[in-house]
């Protein structure tokens, strides 16, 4: 990244912040209606400890979900890539399943374990396991057909094909969907923490809504942007060093 990109990724947060800003202060904005960046800094340094007591728990259900979901995801996509049958059999039926707003399957998986982390967790799994599946059974099945003949003609079976060659070529794809799905992780927790949870940015949120604190509404979407951000930059310095043959380019200042 150039100095102007970084220079760019800093300036422009900056720029909006501050029209922000001077639109609530110049248009005199009730604060309970859009609260102005000070007014959410403020709530942020006030609240500091409760809005660590519920960022704590968003974290680690997300965590938890995400790192259930790489498991499965990964596993079921390379079923799913080295197979044509299972790529036939189950593709649909994950499109299905990803078809289903899960905020409708919250107050079912609370009816059977109740309130709190198990419902968070499950959440988080199911939103970000998906995008796992696909893109590393995208990454197993576009391997070139004369590569897989060639490496038949040299005595190697599916599986060799799969742990020598399509694992490899599927690592992009893997690390290119495990920055999108942590995103969506945090998006399953706070969904199950704003219906069902007595912790959690979601049920602060929540309970600084029906109290009129927007300020204290939008330091929780601060909170949660930031964990989001981080978890992505992560995963993207992790993606550099294990793909560095096939990573041109990255973003949040990691990429060379």
Request: aromatic fraction near 12%.
């Amino acid at each position: 990244m150039t100095k102007i990109e970084r220079l760019g990724s800093v300036f422009l947060p900056v720029l909006l912040i501050f029209i922000w800003q001077a639109a609530c202060v110049g248009f005199k904005i009730p604060p309970f209606v859009l609260p102005a960046p000070t007014e959410i800094a403020v709530a942020l340094w006030e609240n500091l400890y409760i809005i660590w007591f519920h960022s704590s728990q968003t974290l680690l259900t997300t965590v938890i979900g995400f790192a259930v979901a790489v498991i499965f995801g990964a596993l079921l996509g390379i079923l799913v890539g080295s197979s044509r049958f299972a790529y036939s059999s189950l593709y649909p039926m994950l499109v299905g399943f990803n078809s289903i707003p899960k905020v409708a399957i919250v107050p079912i998986l609370v009816v059977w374990f109740g309130i709190g982390t198990v419902p968070a967790v499950l959440t988080a799994f199911m939103l970000s396991f998906f995008p796992i599946a696909v893109n590393v059974a995208t990454g197993l099945a576009t391997i070139e057909p004369e590569l897989r003949d060639v490496l038949r003609s040299l005595g190697a079976n599916q599986m060799d094909i799969v742990r020598k060659i399509g694992i490899p070529r599927s690592l992009p794809y893997l690390f290119a969907s495990l920055k999108i799905s942590i995103t969506l992780a945090f998006v399953g927790s706070v969904i199950s923490e704003t219906l069902a949870s007595n912790r959690g940015i979601g049920t602060l949120m929540t309970q600084a809504s029906a109290n009129f604190r927007v300020s204290l509404v939008f330091a929780g979407l601060v909170v949660i942007a930031a964990m989001g951000i981080a978890m992505y930059v992560i995963f993207a310095m992790i993606e550099k060093r294990m793909t560095a043959w096939a990573v041109r380019g990255t973003t949040f200042g990691v990429g060379g």
